[in-house]
């Protein structure tokens, strides 16, 4: 067993972002990821845990993804430039994660993986964070009318007649995030109650 250890290496990583706290958790949760402070060149993995990813945070990250150890980049954000990421977004080194998916643990292994499992010679970033975001923009330019997937989801269990209990297994959320997002489409469109937004809804071809 402790042969297999040491054949498995150390990564470094380092942060952008404004979750400091994040950092810390994820060293905390990943055995063998030690955390370099404001130093880019030294790390084999970039990590961005925000609530936003702006385009100052995203220029950032493409520029420290050309140092000579080409680093992979990790980003757990909930949007993207003020637009909701809903999925998960991947090509080569580079993966954009929905922050409502995942614990510390699981960005912990998924860094380890990403810098863990470059091969020989690594890949530059910057090119796949360019190619990651286009996508991102294309789907957000095609979503209907401002709502997002969960959403659009949201509306359809709530003209279906579902009640809280039933749309939170559904989006595999709590009660509480199910009222959160209703309260946001009852304010978006002014509707009175759930039974006016779908109306609104239905009538809009929202859904």
């Known amino acids: 067993m402790e042969t297999v250890l040491r054949k498995e290496p150390t990564v470094w990583f380092t942060l952008f972002g404004d979750d400091m706290l994040a ?16 130093a880019p060149e030294q790390a084999d993995a970039l990590l961005a845990v925000t609530l936003d990813l702006t385009d100052e945070m995203l220029s950032n990250l493409a520029f420290a993804a050309m140092s000579r150890r080409r680093p992979a980049v990790l980003v757990v954000t909930g949007t993207v430039a003020g637009r909701p990421l809903t999925r998960e977004l991947v090509s080569g080194p580079v993966r954009l994660i929905p922050r409502r998916d995942v614990t510390m643990a699981g960005v912990a292994t998924l ?34 009318r401002g709502l997002d997937e969960r959403e659009t989801r949201l509306l359809n269990l709530l003209a279906d007649g579902a ?14 995030t199910v009222k959160r997002l209703v309260a946001d489409l009852l304010q978006r469109y002014q509707a009175r109650n759930r039974a006016h937004v779908v109306a609104h809804a239905l009538q809009s071809g929202l859904i």
């Open 111 to 144: 860094l380890y993986e990403a810098a863990a499992g470059r091969s020989l010679p690594y890949e530059p970033a910057a090119p796949h964070l360019d190619r990651l975001l286009a996508e991102f923009r294309r789907e957000d330019a095609d979503r209907p």
């Open 163 to 176: 009640d809280t209990a039933t749309i939170a297994r559904a989006l595999h959320c709590s009660s509480h």
């Open 23 to 38: 950092a810390e958790g994820v060293a905390a949760a990943g055995a063998r990821l030690r955390f370099v402070a404001a």
